[in-house]
């Protein structure tokens, strides 16, 4: 199966910084990359597809990129709802996987 | 709007069986493929299965195989998960999702809030 592992588990930032998430998956999942946002007791939100495609309705301070093996997602301009779990996760084939979560913290 | 409506989590005990739902609405549910997602208490999120629109084509984790089946009546807009031989390690908050069309790869865009499944004795 396909594993899908981020970088880093957890990183502190404070509001207005920048902050940059990257998902390395086990071998090549073409642009099928997914990206999603959890707040504790919420369930997960779709923010990007195919690797650098906004949802809708998702904030332009959210961007991303990547192909093949290596993805990223960067926040710039944290505000402090940004401040939550992303999870990437692979969308080239089943079964399905995400990555660990990255928690982002307010410093 | 889009709405998922998860039912059916609670306590069962070790090698016990329990089949969750999801009640969908505003969207056609008959041409939409589904997944359920777990997410064990303080951990990240596991895909656990998926069916196609019309119910024949389907995917499993590896970790479910032959324990999980997913199933889906189109004319009730329900998604089923029926478990058995659960194990403490199936323990979690299980969530239906719909799969969004517009790429040609599997992701989910919108989530029920989910149901929680504990497995104790």
């Known amino acids: 199966d396909m594993q899908m592992t981020q970088s880093p588990s957890s990183v502190s930032a404070s509001v207005g910084d920048s902050v940059t998430i990257t998902c390395r998956a086990s071998?090549?999942?073409?642009?099928?990359l997914g990206w999603y946002q959890q707040k504790p007791g919420e369930a997960p939100k779709l923010l990007i597809c195919d690797a650098i495609n906004l949802h809708s309705g998702v904030p332009s301070r959210f961007s991303a990129s990547g192909s093949g093996t290596d993805f990223t997602l960067t926040i710039s301009s944290l505000q402090p709802e940004d401040f939550a779990t992303y999870y990437c996760q692979q969308a080239n084939s089943f079964p399905l996987t995400f990555g660990q979560g990255t928690r982002l913290e307010i410093k | 709007q889009v709405q998922l409506v998860e039912s059916g989590g609670g306590v069962v005990q070790p090698g016990g069986s329990l089949r969750l739902s999801c009640v969908a609405s505003g969207f056609a549910f008959n041409n939409y493929g589904m997944h359920w997602v777990r997410q064990a208490p303080g951990k990240g999120l596991e895909w656990v299965a998926f069916?196609?629109?019309?119910?024949?084509?389907?995917y499993y984790a590896d970790s479910v195989k032959g324990r999980i089946t997913i199933s889906r009546d189109n004319s009730k807009n329900t998604l089923y998960l029926q478990m058995s031989s659960l194990r403490a390690d199936d323990t979690a908050t299980y969530y239906c999702?719909?799969?969004?069309?517009?790429?040609?790869?599997?992701?989910?865009?919108?989530w029920g809030q989910g149901t929680l499944v504990t497995v104790s004795s």
């Open positions: 999702a719909k799969t969004y069309v517009p790429s040609a790869g599997d992701y989910l865009d919108y």
């Open positions: 071998q090549s999942i073409r642009k099928y």
């Open positions: 069916i196609r629109s019309g119910g024949s084509e389907k």
